[in-house]
């Protein structure tokens, strides 16, 4: 059966829990809908994070991301929604996510959103 989108993220153990390393995921195939007229958005996602305890699977987030194909989405709303998505499933120290859009209509749009762990373990 073909691989079909999955809203769910899976993770795995970070094998070095003790020290501080970047992950840094690079994201070109981004797509979803403009929710006014319909039209396909693509952008490139840029994920940057310090995990804790957990990592993200990268099949996983593939098809989390697939997910958004076919829905509408403003810029703002379905960037901070994969930040809070991506934080909830993996719980990391501190995490950036920069969604850099195709052009549209004349207009560039780059949103970055962050995380900041509050405290650490």
Known sequence: MPTQPSKALDTFPNPEPG???EIHLTCPEFTCLCPKTGQPDFATLTLT???D???IELKSLKLYLWSFRNE???HEAVTNRILDDLV?????????????FYVRGGIHTVITVTHQANNRR
Do not use: I, N, T
């Open 19 to 21: 020290r501080d390393y």
């Open 49 to 51: 994070y310090v995990p």
């Open 53 to 55: 305890r957990l990592c």
């Open 72 to 74: 509408g989405h403003f």
């Open 88 to 100: 909830k499933a993996c719980q990391p120290r501190s995490m950036k996510l920069v969604a850099d």
